[in-house]
């Protein structure tokens, strides 16, 4: 079974902060990374992608990739209570064109 | 660019009746979508691999006969929840993969939430 895992949270920031979110994959052959924004009730957003080692910033985001330690993380610098969702790490396949999702890490900001 | 659009947004339907849900992408053709099914406070549920042209692809446990699904052309995709039960009720939601610069990212439509009474 090929997984996904993510810490459940829920993990609580004070505004203004930076929040770390991470990601740990079991399938070795996966190729495209992404981090997706879901608000309660909602469907989720794509925020990011990374597929290529290292760091990768959007604004505020910032996502990494370590490929050897099957690693990818997520941070939010500046964390505003509007950044308080659920967030989901998906791995991607090239070959299978499947998404594997993790249970998500629900974030607080704190005002 | 990358919208997809689900429909209907919310539906409540008696027991035993069938229901239709549409995804379309609206700004780019995909081949292939994906239905997830979603329970409270719960991660996404890949239920099947819809393919244009061709059968879905169910994961495992996930009756095929129950959730029928038609990817009819290269926009439209749906799930028809057939003989639909309580347990049936759930947040339904389909995605579509682009390639528009995103990496290959998947784009959610806005879900659908089945109440079955």
């Known amino acids: 079974q090929k997984e996904v895992e993510q810490n459940s949270g829920p993990l609580s920031v004070p505004e203004g902060a930076i929040a770390s979110l991470n990601c740990t994959y079991s399938d070795r052959g996966s190729q495209s990374f992404f981090w997706y924004r879901q608000y309660s009730g909602k469907s989720p957003e794509l925020i990011m992608f990374?597929?290529?080692?290292g760091d990768k910033e959007d604004g505020r985001f910032t996502a990494q990739l370590n490929k050897a330690s099957q690693y990818v993380s997520l941070l939010i610098r500046d964390s505003q209570p509007s950044d308080s969702a659920t967030y989901l790490c998906a791995v991607n396949n090239t070959g299978t064109y499947k998404y594997i999702f993790g249970t998500g890490t629900r974030l607080k900001v704190l005002a | 660019g990358a919208v997809v659009s689900q429909h209907p947004s919310r539906v409540i339907c008696k027991s035993g009746t069938s229901v239709k849900i549409e995804c379309r992408s609206l700004?780019?053709?995909?081949?292939?979508m994906f239905w997830y099914r979603q329970f409270p406070k719960k991660s996404l549920m890949l239920m099947a691999t819809?393919?244009?042209?061709?059968?879905?692809?169910?994961e495992q446990g996930v009756e095929k006969d129950k959730f029928l699904i038609n990817h009819a052309s290269l926009t439209l995709s749906t799930l028809t929840v057939t003989s639909a039960h309580p347990e049936d009720s759930s947040f339904y939601i389909c995605?579509?993969?682009?390639?528009?610069?995103?990496?290959?990212?998947?784009?959610f439509g806005q879900g659908t939430r089945l109440t079955v009474v």
């Open positions: 995605s579509a993969r682009a390639n528009l610069g995103t990496g290959g990212g998947a784009f």
């Open positions: 700004d780019f053709q995909a081949t292939t």
């Open positions: 819809s393919n244009e042209g061709s059968k879905a692809t169910y």
């Open positions: 990374i597929y290529s080692n």
